[in-house]
């Protein structure tokens, strides 16, 4: 019982950080209609840049943010020079293989200069060891501090995509960016803004999860990547919330199984969940029919 | 000359993946990235036959492709009601599905794969006789793909991509034309899957990730998504490239990070000077 609760809890913390994941490749995939497969390779840089700057002597916060505008400066390159122009022919899934490609540059940019082994990522508020205890058991204070940021940041996010002027115009852009153009909002900053919001939401997710594992190497983006794209599709891909529930479902199942299966066994049953979703449902499990006009 | 056929053997199996795969998303409209994945069951499937029966190899390379197709409609089915890009995420999910249990499963080898698939074509002409084989299996499927794509199945499934509804409205089945084209442009993967295994002697998963998706799209968008001749040549240019840096005898940290950089500017330079591909036309562009 102990064990189920215990599992349960960081099945919870970590689905939070999925959700980020997802809201992440929500925002892009909102604004320009391709999905950013370089986003794996931006977690890993987050991860890995900022474990590598502070085992230099540099202060956390201090790395943290270095890592952040590092991750904005690749996202805002990956938005002008690899989907724009891809974007100009209809279909061409160009897109696909440019977003990739960044995301394989990245990774062997990262094993170049980081080095392919694992590297050990700084505790940066509380360690593993620091727990509480709720009616006897022990929850780790570093999975309550995950969720509860990952939840603001959501929480955040919404309230911007919601009450402010940016969020409204993002809106806009999202749902058709030539009419929102005719309606004089800026559709080009708003799509920059889209991607690096995304990229910073990334980076946090990086770091966050590296936290919870305590090391990074380069490979270590791709599947966490792919465990955005099921928690995206699982809460339907139109919304934050649906993500958020999403994510917090993906991580309570990937846990439960890989404390009672195996871990292995948690990666197929994602994948798993995501086809039989995706037939079932294809507007996610929380998400509304889409309505198409012809 | 034994490196000159081995190349031309990833020449000719990367060209009946790309020419199948152009099948699939250039004519068809179908976003799917899991072409590797049915590579991969032709590969294991030969592979497996060949080590634990005494089957000739033509039988266990023609149950590869079974098993390509079988599972590839099972993928189409289930999912090709979906539509656009949720069946890019779906494909993507059971290519790495899949894989995952390939990684897992004892009778597949795990991680390190398959490496004693046995010899069936031994001498000093073996690279050759299997060059051979390999360029007349490649020609026969750029061929059918092409003959199919000139009739009036073609301009149906072209009709199909460019529009669904009008293409419905016409009385085409739209389910029946999808799953036709991904079945053969699957069982096509199957087969290139069946000739690197007994070739190159030794498969293992990582040859079959997402890394191996961005090469074959690379292909045919490099060469000209939806035209005959794109994938050949896109599939000549991207397989000569990285021999040639071989070649150049770079330290091997460099050569990871080089390829994918090569791919990128390739794939971004063309989207500048030739959005359709080295030999695409503007109308062959697909407009969505």
């Known amino acids: ?294 | 000359m034994e490196y000159l056929a081995s190349a031309g053997m990833l020449i000719g199996i990367y060209i009946i993946l790309a020419a199948s795969y152009n099948l699939i998303i250039g004519y068809g409209g179908l976003n799917t990235i899991a072409h590797p994945i049915f590579f991969a069951l032709g590969a294991y499937t030969a592979a497996l036959l060949g080590i634990g029966t005494t089957l000739p190899s033509v039988v266990c390379v023609l149950a590869g492709i079974g098993v390509a197709v079988v599972a590839s409609v099972a993928l189409a089915v289930t999912t090709l009601r979906i539509e656009g890009d949720y069946l890019l995420i779906a494909s993507l999910g059971f290519q790495l599905g899949l894989l995952q249990l390939v990684n897992n499963f004892e009778f597949t080898g795990g991680p390190a794969g398959l490496s004693n698939i046995p010899v069936t074509i031994t001498g000093p002409g073996r690279g050759w006789l299997y060059l051979l084989i390999c360029a007349v299996l490649a020609v026969v499927v750029v061929w059918l793909i092409w003959r199919a794509m000139a009739g009036p199945f073609g301009r149906a499934v072209r009709a199909m991509r460019d529009d669904e509804l009008a293409c419905a409205a016409l009385g085409r089945s739209l389910f029946t034309m999808k799953i036709v084209i991904f079945a053969f442009g699957c069982g096509a993967a199957g087969l290139a899957g069946g000739l690197y295994a007994y070739y190159f002697q030794y498969i293992s998963p990582e040859q079959f990730n997402v890394a191996q998706s961005a090469t074959i799209l690379t292909m045919v968008v490099l060469g000209g998504i939806g035209t005959t001749w794109g994938p050949l040549v896109g599939a000549f240019v991207l397989v000569a490239l990285p021999q040639a840096i071989t070649f150049m005898q770079l330290p091997t940290s460099l050569v990871g990070p080089l390829q994918g950089i090569i791919f990128t500017v390739l794939v971004i330079l063309f989207l500048f000077l030739r959005p359709y591909g080295l030999v695409g036309k503007r109308e062959a562009g697909v407009a969505h």
């Open chain 1, 1 to 294: 019982m102990e064990d189920a609760l215990t599992l349960i809890l960081a099945g919870i913390s970590v689905g939070s950080v999925y959700a980020l994941i997802a809201i992440g490749l929500n925002l892009t995939y909102w604004t320009t209609r391709t999905m950013n497969f370089g986003q794996g390779s931006v977690m890993m840089l987050g991860a890995m840049m900022t474990a590598v700057l502070v085992a230099g002597g540099v202060i956390d916060a201090l790395a943290a943010l270095a890592s952040l505008v590092v991750i904005a400066a690749i996202m805002v390159f990956t938005e002008v020079f690899t989907v724009r122009p891809a974007l100009k022919i209809g279909g061409s899934m160009g897109w696909a293989v440019s977003t990739l490609g960044v995301g394989i540059i990245l990774q062997g940019v990262a094993a170049k200069y980081f080095g392919s082994q694992a590297v050990a990522f700084p505790d940066m508020v509380f360690s593993a060891q620091d727990y509480v205890e709720v009616f006897g058991v022990r929850f780790a204070l570093q999975y309550l501090a995950i969720l509860v940021l990952s939840v603001a940041l959501v929480a955040l996010l919404e309230l911007l995509l919601r009450r402010t002027v940016w969020g409204r115009a993002m809106r806009a852009v999202s749902m058709d960016a030539d009419l929102a153009a005719v309606a004089g909002i800026p559709v080009r900053p708003i799509v920059l803004g889209s991607y690096i919001a995304s990229g910073l939401l990334a980076g946090i997710a990086g770091m966050l999860i590296a936290q919870t594992g305590g090391t990074v190497d380069p490979a270590f983006g791709f599947d966490l990547m792919i465990f955005g794209f099921v928690a995206a599709v699982l809460g339907g891909i139109g919304s934050s919330s649906g993500a958020l529930l999403g994510g917090l479902v993906l991580g309570v199942i990937e846990k439960l199984v890989g404390g009672y299966v195996s871990t292995a066994a948690a990666h197929g049953i994602a994948f798993a969940l995501l086809v039989v979703v995706l037939v079932a449902r294809p507007q996610g499990l929380f998400g509304q029919r889409e309505v198409v006009k012809v």
